[in-house]
């Protein structure tokens, strides 16, 4: 079985469809379905249901899928490994969330890519419940979460400095006073997030009431959307203090610093992957940004 094949059928998987996996890897109709046709004679059942113009995995699709990921990751390695000794190349896969993307991350990539301008960097936007599983299957290879300190069974996790954290508002509010929030539109992150179980927090702490579930409240899923309602008045919300640094510095919204709060940018890659030059790379180049993090972290707190 090629690795082509599995190419192709990883890919109709990501992309839901033959059609779209021939036109993302420039095949044509007839080649992809001849690859997957290949693996069907050579597993001895059907990979996939086509019903209408939907496609399905079949329960063998399914158990196929994990030993794809792990034979897909071994050859990424593998061609890497054949690098060692050249220039660091190949394909490095981060994902981390909208915070870190936006107003973390841009100058790390920058710096990377004049360092390492041969190396394919793909971004992807953080999807916290499959954080385990898209490392160990190989299907990231480093991951940046902004949570309290975290520690799982088969990821190596590093703290790379504390996330000051802030109520934004459009007016004056004070975190001091009992049923200081009473009144106010809850402006949330979406559920999972860890700026959201803090909010709850901060709003449990300052209403009289004893639900603070019955508030009103509205969901968003981006940073910037939330960002806009406050500076509209529309309500308030918890972000970490990096992504309305200049807004807060051009008085367009006011900050109220989070005491206590225990929330950490930090770096996650499965503990047995193999550290390729392009990965050892990028570490490197977060290693030199670390320190200035820091600082203005502290300056903050």
Not at 38 to 53: C, H, L, T
Not at 139 to 155: S, T
Not at 225 to 251: F, H, M, N, W
Not at 267 to 290: N, Q
């Amino acid at each position: 079985m090629e690795i082509r094949y599995l190419k192709t059928f990883k890919t109709i998987v990501d992309l839901g469809g033959f059609t779209k996996a021939a036109d993302y890897l420039g095949y044509a109709q007839s080649t992809v379905t001849f690859h997957i046709k290949s693996i069907e004679e050579e597993v001895g059942s059907p990979v996939f249901d086509r019903i209408g113009k939907k496609v399905f995995l079949t329960e063998t699709g399914r158990l196929l899928l994990p030993h794809v990921q792990k034979m897909l990751a071994v050859y990424k390695d593998i061609r890497e490994v054949a690098s060692c000794g050249e220039e660091a190349r190949g394909e490095l896969v981060i994902s981390a969330p909208e915070a870190l993307l936006i107003y973390r991350l841009p100058p790390v990539i920058k710096k990377f890519k004049d360092h390492y301008p041969l190396v394919d960097l793909k971004l992807k936007h953080l999807n916290p419940p499959a954080l385990k599983s898209e490392l160990i299957q190989g299907e990231v290879d480093l991951a940046f979460i902004i949570d309290e300190e975290r520690e799982e069974e088969g990821i190596y996790f590093e703290k790379l400095v504390k996330e000051p954290m802030v109520l934004i508002s459009h007016d004056p509010i004070s975190l001091h006073e009992k049923g200081s929030l009473e009144n106010q539109v809850f402006l949330f992150t979406e559920k999972g997030c860890s700026y959201r179980a803090l909010f709850e927090k901060v709003i449990s702490h300052n209403l009289s009431r004893e639900k603070p579930e019955d508030c009103k409240g509205m969901e968003f899923w981006s940073i910037d959307a939330l960002k806009e309602c406050v500076l509209y008045g529309l309500g308030i919300g918890v972000l970490p203090y990096i992504t309305v640094k200049r807004e807060v510095d051009q008085s367009n919204l006011l900050a109220h610093p989070i005491k206590g709060s225990a929330l950490f940018t930090q770096l996650a890659y499965h503990e047995d992957k193999w550290i390729s030059p392009a990965l050892r790379g990028f570490l490197d180049v977060i290693g030199t940004c670390k320190e200035g993090w820091e600082r203005e972290a502290e300056r903050l707190s």
